[in-house]
């Protein structure tokens, strides 16, 4: 449940702007990458700190800064006075249980949104935020932990393919992470539903209270999901009604196609979620058919033995007089007309439908 | 559930408008058809490949081009280069998990949207996707496998009627296809419906748990169908609206009888599922009715039974001086007593009107 | 449930426009009705056919012409061509499940809904189309059959009542014809309301399988009410909202006024759904305390005789040495102990409120 | 039942502003009561009839005509005509079961909403239609029957309290009764949500059927409230925002003040629905809860006495050879035993937490 | 439930802007603090009563006024005299179950929203509401009650920290004000999801009626809360569109972070209310399947000792010829018998899965 409600409770009575670390903290320091490319040209270094303000070479050239861990409060102060960044911004970028969001502040705009990871082993989701400053002509990413991130690809394309990546500006490059963090929803919508269909499998063969928790379990992460997804929507969404002019006309139909792939997260999402709902269904109809079933074998057990026990126990009475005993045959008669009577109820059962 | 959640993984860090095959691969290669028409002419002819460049003739001749299979990538990039489609355009087409929808890029429109199979075998539905390029004088349907498709009705109506369709533009052909695909939807709420119809007399006569699954596998399939028939409904709209100079005046009122059908067929879908949830709920209670049942004949087996073991049992103990034991009519007397004892509950459970 | 789809499957691949009659042929041939009337004359006259081309009067003369039997294709087809209706308008006339619409072909306007009638006996809602076609001095009104229709009291005002309806143009008295149908579909609520008190006094009274079968059957009942009513409400909201110059501004009052009693309707129905789930829930909860109540008199049996029954077994034992046996007052101990035991329970079983 | 859906079919077929009286006839006949006053003067007199036709005193003088009981059809035709009414305003006079609504007719505004009554015996909420006129220097209220109003307070702040009441125009006295008609919804909802706290008392001490059936009846008076209450929002919010000129500007901060509580009903009535679904959520599972708890007992006692009665079921066979019968210590032996057993299933329920 | 309705039945019948408290009087008298500062003066110092009229110093000086506990209404008369507040302003002031919302009056805005306390001894949520009073040069904030606040850290802000907030005007001491009260409610949600993971523990190891009251509290305190946080969202969204020119435009950017912030404490309340319901499923789904384990076990033994019970009743007729009686390994045999049946069932059931 941590998972879904952060310490806010440090931050209390903080001037706003005030920056807090929020969230458990990362191991390890604060790594800073920075690559500056343009049509012809590309390099790519590690910097030793956020203490250096290099400032991002003038247009056309693109400047990506990508600082992985955001938890050093004071060197990400002195970053965010290098670069002109509004207080409130660093605040919100180490405050790491932002709701994703778009904010315009005229010089940059501020994207804030979720990476995800699937932790195979115990099937928990975990969230990574990643913040992301988009200037005219440069634009810094701030991941929240050091553990990687999903962007290799777009590294790889900015070496090897000097397609439109190269030439046109930072906006483009902003399509080009969130593209991959999208993506990457998807593969994590793939995992789930491969679960998701093993749950199933077992729910027909063999359901017991594991598998309902395991659904129980899945519906919280789809919540967590949900939480995460659900506001990228409208995110992307105004990004791609260009809102902000730092988004160039001509990578408008880009972003639009970032739109369609976040409905279909979000399409898919709501699918997944009916259908945990039908599965939860299907196992309480299956427990309360399994209770009917077990009631109708202990009717019948009762109703065969209990008239039977009541005709042994009349020929056990002691009265002196009792002339069936004395009868020679009476015993097989008993006997008999015990196993007719299991037969007459037997076949009641039967037209009954109950066996 | 894999037809719900395509695979998508492939594509994850590639550039957009990298063409990359989505979805089960069709068999057999592509096979691609021409036809050209005006009022007074018509030509139709099968293509070898896409590979030929063969631009349509100018307007007011219409072509209509109709790819099926659409897995071979390195095809499709020739032709959409040829006809000048936008690289997204050609990823979507290859992506067959599109959520429905129309897209204005200025000198084409593009819309796709899902054809319907109902497997009359296995009770599933299949959805094969269906991309369509409207350009001024022509329009290019791509469909995702060779398995044929539902537009004979509309060949037929080239070659032989004269009206309409022969005499304006590939808009009014754009209708005919979507109102054929549209028309199909309805067939498949048809046979859903007799289907229903069938399990409801189900369970009504003789229910089992057989019927509860199908009712289960039938609201899965109207999952599926919701999410390929309720975005259809904002395609046609915008259609019908004429957000594109593509879409002649005069031919607007058929796109609006199109939003119509549209709008009954998830009209109609939203009623099946409302049945549906009506048949579970019948089902539900006559699970609990049937429950309250047994246990009533449980009960009253054991309320007649258990009194009558006890008399019984009484009259077996071995005491010195039981005097009843020795009376001349003990044993009728007990045979009388336990007769007005099974009466007096039998008459006690037809007031309680338990049987 | 084939009242709830229609069989659209004749119309596939047919041209829009192509005229089909979709629904169950009723009997006899079209009849059609002729009134011409204006503030000082009136003349009412049965036509043979509709194959008389006879155009109406200009205005200020408003001539009704009112069509009962819709299958004959041909005739409406000649018909149509004769007031120069739209095709497409034909088209929906003929197709008998067309959702509730109003649409505006500058010249006409198009206004179709539902007829209702209440079967008494099998409590069954049936639904007869009505197409009215409003010009600038016509009305033609199209009833799918011949079963006759709600429109008696309006032909009575016309003849005897010189005011309003003879004094103004012909959407007054589409406004008259609207507020009857409305009217009717009141009719029809207050006779399910009154069903529905039926059903809830048998439900407290004495509820059976019977009973909840019937509310199921009734909550059916309104989901064909809310298909035909819910668009009603859309369709009336526009004519009043006056896009069309076909209703007079002096009209639009009367156009809100019928608004009104159409949202009454969808209140009174909601109101009604409501009632039904809530009747659902109390006979859900109703049986799971008569499966209680059943449990207890089980279990008040079981714990009474299951002691009493081992006492008498343990008495019933064929030891040698039992001392109690050879007592003199054994016996008659041994049922004061039972008759204690008994008390003791009874006295448990009330403190817990069992009974 | 009858309350929510009013016979409406005495009025098929009659033209519209044909005036019916819809509802029951209320005792007695009308009373009319006329208050002019000013700011500097006020005189009050009761009418002997509505067939008067005393018009108004022109501004700045204002007339109030409290008209209670509106069954007598032509008495209220005449008065009508007297004050140019629209026969539709009249015609929905005479209709009590208006939803509450406001219309703009010009020359005078026409605002119908409910007057709500709790009967303490029955718990039934009794509704009384309140019809409003209001002129450019009158106002008109309809009352549906003659057991009194709730406007005793306005009429003593017209006669002792000089201020804004007696000095401004007669929209702030239709603000002035519509405000206390809602200040009394508050004290309904109070009595209902009293009575809710006792029922929730009697759920968590002593729950029984009568209790469920009391929170259905609640249930069912929420319905008839929310009917009521909520139009009624968007009615104040209509004079609220000031679409006729008819409100003075001076008044709308009185009508905002209005809109908030009415805003303030809706919402408490919205708790209330929430919690009286959650008492009944409560009940269900406590009766899920109970049935466990019986069942339970069931279990233990069967599973204690059925190996005793099968213990001492085999020493009470006849068996020639049966050594334990014959050994001295054999009966106490059988008494250790059992009474091993039972104590050695104790322990295990015990442990299970069954009791 | 008294904690959701409140009392207003006081006010039926009085004027608009007569004054009257509402709500359980607060102990104590009031009490007033006045701070006046500016970028470089501040003063602090404690009023004796609301009577003196002390009329705020002229901009860039800023006021802030803070009464607590509102009881005494005389007073409150006189200091709204003063600051030319409006009598329905401080009437709302002392009504004290207000609804939040903002309402703009020109020469000053009204807001009035709830400070929310958790009881931590019965985990009950109490609210006390907050008005706020916002002039060019001045802010009056009033509390309900006198039981200390949360606005200290604003206190220490203004005194030691010369930053923004000494240097603007009094709408940024708003901002401050409602961003504490805002973060207020992150803390509960805090608490409140604490207590919630304690239950989930509780709920899994050893569920009982307790728990599952627990967590019917806990919904009820959700809809409380609901209730106090839902309108927020929209009262700071007004605020931040900035609709009123007491608003700077400087001061936008911070009111856009407090939005962000009340969204994000309606999202985390929605999460919360999710898993509450989640919770409640699981509990519902525990007990049945308790229920199942129960009557399994019941079934087990009834199933084994019936047939065992009839047996031993066999051999224990009084018949004259029962040959087995007289056999010699009679009993054994019999013994042997009933093993076998035992493994049998046992077997069976083990094949079944029932234990």
């Known amino acids: 449940m941590s998972r879904l409600v952060k310490k806010r409770s440090k931050k209390i009575g903080l001037a706003p702007g005030t920056l807090v670390h929020l969230g458990t903290p990362r191991p390890g320091s604060t790594a800073v990458e920075l690559i500056e490319y343009g049509a012809d040209h590309l390099e790519q270094r590690k910097l030793d700190s956020l203490l250096q303000c290099s400032l991002p070479k003038p247009a056309p050239s693109v400047t990506w800064i990508n600082v992985e861990g955001v938890s050093q409060v004071e060197v990400l102060q002195h970053f965010g006075e290098c670069f002109k960044i509004h207080p409130l911004v660093l605040e919100d970028i180490l405050a790491t249980d932002q709701r994703p969001k778009a904010e315009d502040y005229g010089e940059y705009l501020y994207v804030v949104l979720k990476m995800l990871r699937l932790n195979e082993a115990s099937g928990q989701l975990?969230?990574?935020?990643?913040?992301?400053?988009?200037?005219?002509?440069?634009?810094?990413?701030?991941?929240?932990?050091?553990?990687?991130?999903?962007?290799?690809?777009?590294?790889?394309?900015?070496?090897?393919?000097?397609?439109?990546?190269?030439?046109?500006?930072?906006?483009?490059l902003l399509h080009a992470l969130l593209?991959?963090?999208?993506?990457?929803?998807?593969?994590?919508?793939?995992?789930?539903?491969?679960?998701?269909?093993?749950?199933?499998?077992?729910?027909?063969?063999?359901?017991?209270?594991?598998?309902?928790?395991?659904?129980?379990?899945?519906?919280?992460?789809m919540l967590f999901l949900h939480k995460a997804v659900w506001p990228l929507r409208e995110v992307v969404g105004r990004l791609?009604?260009?809102?902000?002019?730092?988004?160039?006309?001509?990578?408008?139909?880009?972003?639009?196609?970032?739109?369609?792939?976040t409905v279909q997260v979000v399409d898919t999402m709501e699918t997944l979620r009916d259908m945990l709902s039908g599965m939860l269904d299907i196992y309480l109809t299956s427990v309360s058919n399994r209770l009917n079933q077990v009631m109708k074998v202990l009717t019948i057990i009762a109703t065969i033995f209990m008239p039977l026990s009541f005709i042994v126990?009349?020929?056990?009475?002691?009265?002196?007089?009792?002339?069936?005993?004395e009868w020679r045959y009476g015993y097989p008669a008993v006997l008999i007309f015990m196993a007719v009577v299991v037969a007459g109820m037997l076949y009641y059962f039967r037209k009954k439908r109950w066996f």
């Open 313 to 325: 126990g009349l020929y056990g009475m002691n009265f002196k007089h009792m002339p069936e005993l």
């Open 126 to 172: 975990q969230a990574e935020q990643m913040s992301i400053v988009l200037g005219e002509n440069f634009l810094i990413s701030f991941q929240e932990g050091l553990e990687g991130d999903v962007f290799e690809p777009v590294r790889l394309r900015l070496k090897n393919d000097k397609g439109r990546l190269r030439q046109t500006g930072p906006d483009y």
């Open 179 to 221: 593209d991959l963090i999208v993506d990457n929803y998807f593969l994590i919508l793939e995992k789930i539903a491969e679960r998701m269909e093993t749950l199933e499998d077992e729910l027909i063969a063999n359901p017991d209270e594991g598998t309902v928790q395991a659904i129980y379990q899945m519906k919280r992460e």
């Open 240 to 261: 791609q009604r260009r809102e902000s002019p730092l988004i160039l006309e001509e990578n408008i139909i880009y972003l639009r196609d970032l739109y369609d792939h």
